[in-house]
Nanobody
Framework: QVQLMESGGGLVQSGGSLRLSCAAS????????MGWYRQFPEKPREFVAS????????TYADSVKGRFAISRDNAKNMLYLQMNSLKPEDTALYYC???????????WGAGTQVTVSS
C-alpha cells in the first residue's frame, strides 16, 4: 500500500511563507497524479493544487493562484507546496493526496495544520 505523510505546517504571520512537504512510501510505483487539499473547520475539504504525473502540468484554485506553487520530486517520492504571501484565510488543515493506478484508487495523508496570524 501507499502511505503519505505531510510536514511543514505551523504558525506564520500574514504575508509570510511556508513550505509543505509530503513524503510517500510503500508501493509508490502505483501513484499517479498528486495534489494538495485543505479543510476549514466545519467545511468540506477543498482543492488547492494538483500536478499531473506524466507531464508535470499544474492546476491551482483561484484563491491561491500566483501565491502557491506545487512541485514534485519523483526520484525522492516527495510532493511540495510552496506557500507565499499567506493570508489569515489560508488557515486550514492541509492534506496531501494521490491518485493510484489500482484500488483503492486514491490515498490521503493525515494532514498538517497551517495557521496564519493577522
Amino acid at each position: 500500500q501507499v502511505q503519505l505523510m505531510e510536514s511543514g505546517g505551523g504558525l506564520v504571520q500574514s504575508g509570510g511563507s511556508l513550505r509543505l512537504s509530503c513524503a510517500a512510501s510503500g508501493n509508490t510505483f502505483k501513484m499517479s497524479d498528486m495534489g494538495w487539499y485543505r479543510q476549514f473547520p466545519e467545511k468540506p475539504r477543498e482543492f488547492v493544487a494538483s500536478i499531473i504525473s506524466t507531464n508535470g502540468s499544474t492546476t491551482y484554485a483561484d484563491s491561491v493562484k500566483g501565491r502557491f506553487a506545487i512541485s514534485r520530486d519523483n526520484a525522492k517520492n516527495m510532493l511540495y507546496l510552496q506557500m507565499n504571501s499567506l493570508k489569515p484565510e489560508d488557515t486550514a488543515l492541509y492534506y496531501c493526496h494521490t491518485l493510484l493506478r489500482t484500488r483503492p484508487w486514491e490515498i490521503w495523508g493525515a494532514g498538517t495544520q497551517v495557521t496564519v496570524s493577522s
